[in-house]
C-alpha cells in the first residue's frame, strides 16, 4: 500500500519565469541580489559622488583666473540714464527693444560681460558671478573634496564651497601606502581663491 501510495503522487509542474524574474520574483534587468530594482546600486554610486559640482569645469584648474581691470567700476543702480548700454562696454542688455543680440546681464559693470575665462573677484552686489553671461555660474575648483577612505586620491579641490571669489581651503589628495590602496589622505594644501565664470 505505501508503494501504491507513492506512485500516486502529481508529476511537478514546471512554470517558467515571468518577464525574466529571478529567483526572488524580481525582474533581472537592473536588480541588485536583494530583489531590489537597483536602489542599492544608485545608493553606492552617490556614496561617491561628490556634491556641489555639476556646474565646475574639469579644465578649469589649469587656467589662470583674471581680476578687475582697473577703470572697470561698477555703478550706482539709478545712476544711468541710458536704456540700451549704461555701462558704456559696448555690449546692449538683453532686451528685444535694444537689440535681439544684446547679452549683457549687468549693465552697471563695465567688466561684465566678461569673455576671457574666469574671473577671481568677488561680484558685485546683485550679481551672481555669472561673468560671461552664459545663464550659468561656472566654478573654476573642484568643492567639497575629502580624502579619506574609498576616497579619489587623484582628487583636488576646495575642503568646503567657497563662493565667486572667496578664499578657502584647497587640497591635493594623496595615497596612503597600505596594502590595498583604498585610503588616502591630505597631501598639499593651501588658501585658493574660487574663480567664476
Not at 546683485?126 to 567639497?144: L, P, R, S, Y
Request: hydrophobic share 30%; charged share 20%; proline share 6%.
Amino acid at each position: 500500500m505505501a508503494v501504491a501510495a507513492a506512485c500516486s503522487f502529481p508529476e511537478p509542474e514546471i512554470v517558467p519565469d515571468e518577464a525574466g524574474a529571478g529567483i526572488d520574483g524580481a525582474a533581472e534587468t537592473g536588480t541588485g541580489d536583494d530583489g531590489g530594482t537597483g536602489a542599492s546600486d544608485a545608493r553606492l554610486d552617490s556614496a561617491f559622488a561628490i556634491d556641489g559640482n555639476e556646474n565646475v569645469d574639469p579644465e578649469g584648474g589649469s587656467q589662470e583666473a583674471s581680476t578687475r581691470p582697473d577703470g572697470a567700476t561698477v555703478l550706482e543702480a539709478g545712476a544711468c540714464k541710458k536704456t540700451c548700454d549704461c555701462d558704456d562696454d559696448g555690449v546692449y542688455v538683453k532686451d528685444a527693444s535694444c537689440a535681439t543680440n544684446g547679452n549683457d546681464c549687468n549693465d552697471l559693470d563695465p567688466f561684465v560681460p566678461y569673455n576671457g575665462g574666469f574671473v577671481s573677484d568677488k561680484p558685485p552686489p546683485g550679481f551672481n558671478g555669472d561673468w560671461n553671461c552664459d545663464g550659468t555660474v561656472t566654478k573654476q575648483f573642484n568643492v567639497n573634496i575629502q580624502c579619506g577612505l574609498l576616497s579619489d586620491c587623484n582628487a583636488k579641490g576646495f575642503t568646503d564651497d567657497p563662493g565667486c571669489g572667496s578664499t578657502g581651503n584647497y587640497v591635493e589628495c594623496a595615497q596612503l601606502i597600505l596594502p590595498l590602496g583604498i585610503a588616502c589622505q591630505n597631501g598639499k594644501t593651501e588658501n585658493r581663491v574660487q574663480g567664476c565664470r
